[in-house]
Structures are given as structure tokens and as C-alpha cells.
């Protein structure tokens, strides 16, 4: 079934409603108008795969960058991971993503304490990714970011994939893929290997990645779907980031420390779920468990040998689990209600030893840390009349937090203790389609943030975890208005205000090591837009644009910009279809200046770059192939790609690539 261009510039299911969440997604179907996105109290996009730019699938902000608000940091440095920033949550991330909900499937990958990795999904799975921001995402938990949720789709026939990729820096991946359909079951295994030597000296990454999924049809109302990942990277070379100075002499080198103290890090993820989906008429349910895995090794650039440094290599294992049920039925014609109950537990051992020049010496800390999550939660959308409609809910979280210290000795004392956090969240919308085409909305909400144990595992002084780090509250205005002529034009504008009191922030990062405080209170206030234009049959365009006010209120940094988090961003696709077969995009990024301190003394400076893809698909017989080639800063500009905030060393640009080439061939066969 083709899919209704919309205001992402890539394609909507457009029916992106409360009334069909099931387990915490946003789900979409394609068979519904397009007035129920525009009937959604909130800011959605739903990115369809098929229409960006194509790529090596190894970054996530490649797709995610385009939508107004989304800053997508991509270091260039696999041991550290993209950073996700969505209207200023998630900017204190050191690595990976805080903040933000990612789901696959309706499978969570976020933690229970709230950290994720965007590295841990296989993209070339993904068919279309959906993106909820504002108010409302304060009902989906620990996080006021938003919600990503990656949706792959189930095999439709039986067919074998094969697809080989390279690029600059000795980069090279390859993916394999065979789907296998027989009436009610339907199984996929994928496997991609990844290797290559990174843009600067220090930088080699090697990755492989393994799915399998297996769905079965109980019947015309039932189904069960099983899914097992398996994430291993052995290595992942860390060159450091650089100072200011040393980035405008030459962004391409790499720190001293990191090739003396040999900073590495490896990941080995694995993680398991089953899931059970009824829908039925008038109503709907959800139950899904999952368990997982988590091994990372990190060697830091210090030795870090004192007795209450906690180390500089950093040996943590993780098991993590989870169980959701929801269910979801019309009450009368007008209201839908929804229940939820989740629980997930979490529990890290984590080492902490002496890097003596790139081994692993001495050990410095040996602890347990545990994380226990529930949480429960309703929603309602009543709809007065075809013109009026408001989106209600309500969550109730508990978490408990402890720690049971094994290295205790003279000038290491114990650390053990434990920590009890429960709170409310709110939110409330309301929907007017004042126009055949057009809508507008207002919603509130009110949250809270919880820290997580990467956040909580360091103070400046003393060892143990930082038990004076509080939860950030947070309360969230937003008015938007949509516009949606039959998928010739389409429009998005949203303006928010965010209030917060306790926010978490950096506090110090130096080498690696990140502690973390309190802010007192901050400000964010900001628009974004997007517009999208099919001009003619073979052409199309999308712009968006997006700006943010990010301030402390009061004390020390009283008016100061948040660091990591950029003022403005422009975004611009245009495609064009020469052919049926052919396409050409052209793709162009802006983004302000970032500031990388709270003092807000060092800022990465504002930049453009621009990116070309050629794509070219032909079919013989049975077998479809597909051949592409992308030119990244095509103008050959230095930026930086990403800030460490509050980097105490200095050390806060993480570099952006100059110009580089890259090119992909796949081979499709139908069974």
C-alpha cells in the first residue's frame, strides 16, 4: 500500500493517534486519512526508510536529522555513540542517549534506569521510524524528550539479500538477510559485519551484528512474534576529543593520552523478547517480556591508581528484563480508554581497575548496582465531534535504586546504600480542525527525570555513587498548528515552553570520567517548522527549521545558554525522480553555535554542509538490485561534529569529516 507524502518530506501512514498506542507506541495505519495525524495534540513524524538518503546504516542521526528539533550529534567516534538532543533533553549525555525512549517494535531499548544506544539497532531493518516530542511524552515514563520507535516490517514473501558497502577511512560492511514465509509463520535471520580504520589515527572500529525474528499468526486476531539481537564490538578505538586550538590546526589528529593509555572500549549486547498482539474489534492488547545482556569494557586515558579513584577501566557487566501489558477498548463511540502496567529490573557489576598503559591493573572498585522500575499508567481520547478531540493520561512511576559496595578498605570506605524515588506524570491536549485541511492544538504536561546509574556512579570527591544527584521535574506548554492538502503540500509548526526545576547537567568531564549535579532551575523555549512541496511529479522538497532559547534561571550561570545544545538548525532535502529507477538527492544542514561550557567561554562554531546521493535500481527476471553512491561535505568543510560539555581537560570538539565518498550494491532475490 503507497504511503501519503507528508510534512517530514519522506512519507506518512498519517494515522498517528492515542487511540491506537499499544505497550507504549505510537502505532500507524496506512489504510486510515491523513486527519488523524492532524487530529494528534502533539509534534509526530514518521520517517519512511525508503526515501532518505541512502547509506553505510551505521548512524542513526542520518535518519533522525531532518525532523525540526532533533539535534543528531555524530562524533565520528564509535566509542562514544550519536547523540540524540530533542529540545534540549539529552544534551547531557556523555555517550549514547538520555532522556529519550527508543523502542523496536514496541520493544524497548532503553534502560530501566533510562540510558540507550542507538548502535544496537540493526537500521537496515527499519522500514519507517516514528517520532513523538512534546507534553504528551511524559505518559511513556522516565524521559521528556520524546519517544523514537523503530518499526521494522515482517517478511512478505520468501526472499535473499545481499548487500556489500564502502567508503573512506577503510571503511567497508557487508549485510545478509533471508526472510522465509510459509502461511501463518514468517522467519528472518540478518547478520552485517562492519569494519573500518576511522577518520584519525586511534579510531578502528570492528562491529557485527545478528537478528532473528520469528512470527507466528494464531489467527486473524492473534499473533506472536519472537525476536533475538546479538551486538558485539570487540573494538572500538577512542581518539579522544580535542581542544578548540588543537581542532582549527588540524581536526584530524588525535590526543597523546589516548594511543599512551591505549583508550578502547568494547560492547557485546545481547537481548531477547516475545510478544503477544490481539486486535480485536473493539478492543486491543498488548503483552511483550523481554531480558538482555550488556558487556562493556572502557579503557580511560588516566591510570587512575589512587585508592579512591574508582579506576580508569571500566568492566561492567549488566542483566536487564522486563515485562508490559496493555490493553485498550471503546467504551462508547466517542471514548477510547487504555491500561498499562510495566515493570523492568536492572542490575550492573560493575569493576573498576588501574590502567597501567592500556592494560588492566589494580583493582579499584568492585560493586553491585541495582535498578527496580514499575509503573502504571491510563489514557483516554474522547472525541466531542468530527472538529474536537482531547488526548488525556496519566502515570504513576516507582523506582529503587541500590548499591551493595564489594571494595571496601583504609581510604575506599563503604559505599552501599540505597535510594527510593516515586512520582507522578501528567498530561493533558486538546485538538480543534477548525478547517477541512488545516488544525491546531494546545497540550500540557508535567514529569520527571530520574538519573541513571551512568550518572549516578561518580562524585568529584569520594568515591561511590553521587547520592545527592536529585530528579529533574520538568512541566511543558506546547501550541501547534498542521496543515495537510492530499499529500501535495503539508505543513508543521509548533511552539513550546519548558520549565524545569533540578535539571540534571554535566557537572565535570574529564578524560572520559563525567559527574553529574543539579541546575536549579531551567528555561526552554523555542518553534520549530517544517514544510513539505511535491513541485511536480518528479520532484519534491522539504525544509525545516527549528530554534531554541535554552537558559539557566538563576544562580551562578543566571542567563547562560545550556551547553550541547544548539540555537538553531535548517534542514533542506530536495529529490528528484529522472526515472522511475533513478534518483537524486541533494541534501544541505545548517546548525548555530554550540556552546560547550556552562560559563559559555567556548563554543563550536555554526556551520553548512551539504551532502549528494545518486541512487539507481534495475530488475531481472527475479533478482532486483541496487547500486548507490553518496558524497558527504561535498564542500570539503571543517566542523565540529559534537561538544563535550564541560570538559575539564579542555578537550571538548569532537570533529567532523571532511569530504568523503562512499558506495553500495545489494542484491535482492525473490523466491
Given amino acids: 500500500m503507497k504511503y501519503l507524502r507528508t510534512i517530514t518530506g519522506l512519507a506518512l501512514a498519517p494515522a498517528l493517534c492515542f487511540s491506537q498506542e499499544i505497550n507504549e507506541i505510537i502505532e500507524v495505519n496506512a489504510q486510515q486519512s491523513g486527519s488523524e495525524w492532524r487530529m494528534t495534540p502533539g509534534s509526530v513524524d514518521l520517517i519512511d526508510i525508503n526515501q532518505q538518503l541512502p547509506s553505510l546504516n551505521i548512524d542513526a542521526g542520518d535518519t533522525l536529522r531532518a525532523i525540526p528539533g532533533i539535534q543528531a550529534d555524530t562524533r565520528y567516534n564509535y566509542a562514544q555513540d550519536t547523540r540524540l538532543v530533542v529540545r534540549g533533553f539529552g544534551a547531557r549525555a556523555a555517550f549514547g542517549v538520555r532522556g529519550l525512549q527508543l523502542n523496536v517494535d514496541g520493544v524497548p531499548l532503553s534502560m530501566p534506569d533510562g540510558q540507550a544506544q542507538t548502535s544496537s539497532i540493526i537500521l537496515d531493518e527499519a522500514e519507517t521510524v516514528e517520532v513523538f516530542r512534546g507534553p504528551l511524552a511524559v505518559l511513556y515514563g522516565n524521559t521528556g524528550g520524546g519517544v523514537f520507535e523503530w518499526n521494522t516490517r515482517a517478511p512478505q514473501r520468501t526472499t535473499s539479500e545481499i548487500a556489500v558497502a564502502a567508503g573512506a577511512n577503510d571503511l567497508t560492511r557487508a549485510k545478509g538477510q533471508f526472510d522465509w514465509v510459509n502461511d501463518a509463520h514468517k522467519l528472518r535471520f540478518i547478520a552485517t559485519d562492519l569494519y573500518t580504520a576511522g577518520p584519525r589515527p586511534h579510531n578502528t572500529a570492528k562491529r557485527q551484528q545478528q537478528g532473528l525474528r520469528y512470527y507466528f499468526d494464531i489467527n486473524d486476531q492473534q499473533q506472536l512474534i519472537l525476536r533475538y539481537d546479538n551486538n558485539n564490538a570487540p573494538l572500538l578505538e577512542d581518539p579522544s576529543a580535542l581542544t578548540p586550538s588543537a581542532w582549527r590546526q588540524n581536526p584530524d589528529q588525535t590526543v597523546s593520552r589516548a594511543i599512551d593509555f591505549n583508550t ?54 549488566r542483566q536487564f528484563e522486563g515485562s508490559s501489558a496493555y490493553v485498550e477498548w471503546q467504551a462508547t463511540a466517542q471514548t477510547d480508554i487504555g491500561f498499562g502496567l510495566r515493570y523492568e529490573r536492572q542490575q550492573d ?56 559496595d564489594q571494595f571496601i578498605m583504609p581510604g575506599d570506605p563503604d559505599d552501599s546504600g540505597q535510594n527510593e524515588l516515586s512520582d507522578n506524570s501528567g498530561a493533558v491536549g486538546l485538538t480543534w480542525a477548525f478547517a477541512p485541511r488545516w488544525s491546531t492544538y494546545i497540550s500540557l504536561g508535567s514529569g520527571f527525570e530520574t538519573p541513571t546509574l551512568t550518572e549516578l556512579a561518580y ?28 499529500g501535495r503540500f503539508s505543513s508543521q509548526l509548533a511552539m513550546f515552553d519548558i520549565q524545569s526545576e533540578d535539571d540534571i547537567v554535566i557537572d565535570q568531564s574529564n578524560d572520559g570520567r563525567t559527574t553529574y549535579r543539579n541546575a536549579g532551575e531551567t528555561e526552554r523555549q523555542g518553534i520549530e517548522w517544517q514544510l513539505n512541496v511535491q513541485l511536480t511529479e518528479q520532484l519534491d522538497s522539504f525544509v525545516s527549521y527549528s530554534y531554541i532559547d535554552a537558559n539557566y534561571q538563576g544562580g551562578l550561570y543566571n542567563g547562560n545558554q545550556l551547553p550541547g545544545v544548539a540555537d538553531s538548525q535548517w534542514f533542506t532535502r530536495l529529490t528528484w525522480h529522472p526515472t522511475q529507477a533513478t534518483q537524486v538527492q541533494l541534501l544541505g544542514q545548517y546548525r548555530g553555535e554550540t556552546y560547550a561550557d556552562d560559563s559559555n567561554t567556548v563554543k563550536a562554531p555554526s556551520y ?42 579542555g578537550r571538548s570538539f569532537e570533529p567532523g569529516i571532511g569530504r568523503s565518498a562512499s558506495i553500495g550494491i545489494s542484491w535482492h532475490h525473490l523466491f
Fill in 349 to 404: 557489576h560493575r569493576f573498576g581497575f588501574v590502567n597501567d598503559e592500556g592494560e588492566k591493573g589494580d583493582l579499584r572498585r568492585s560493586e553491585f548496582n541495582y535498578v527496580r522500575k514499575q509503573a502504571v499508567y491510563t489514557r483516554l481520547t474522547h472525541r466531542f465531534n468530527e472538529q474536537w478531540r482531547i488526548t488525556a493520561g496519566a502515570r504513576h512511576s516507582r523506582f529503587d535504586f541500590s548499591v551493595d
Fill in 459 to 486: 562524585r568529584n570527591n569520594g568515591s561511590g555513587l553521587n547520592t545527592e544527584l536529585s530528579p529533574s521535574q520538568y512541566r511543558q506548554t506546547e501550541w501547534g498548528l498542521k496543515f495537510n492538502s492530499a
Fill in 608 to 649: 553548512v554542509k551539504w551532502d549528494l546521493a545518486i541512487t539507481q535500481q534495475w530488475q531481472i527476471a527475479e533478482n532486483e538490485f541496487e547500486a548507490w553512491l553518496r558524497v558527504d561535505n561535498l564542500l570539503d568543510r571543517n566542523y565540529v561534529g559534537a561538544v563535550v560539555v564541560n570538559q575539564g581537560s
Fill in 264 to 317: 578502547r572500549k568494547s560492547i557485546h549486547h545481547r537481548q531477547g523478547s516475545l510478544t503477544w498482539k490481539l486486535d480485536a474489534d473493539g478492543y486491543r492488547a498488548r503483552i511483550a517480556a523481554w531480558q538482555g545482556d550488556r558487556d562493556v569494557v572502557q579503557f580511560l586515558p588516566f591510570a587512575g591508581d589512587a585508592i579512591g579513584s574508582s579506576g580508569a577501566v571500566i568492566d561492567l557487566s
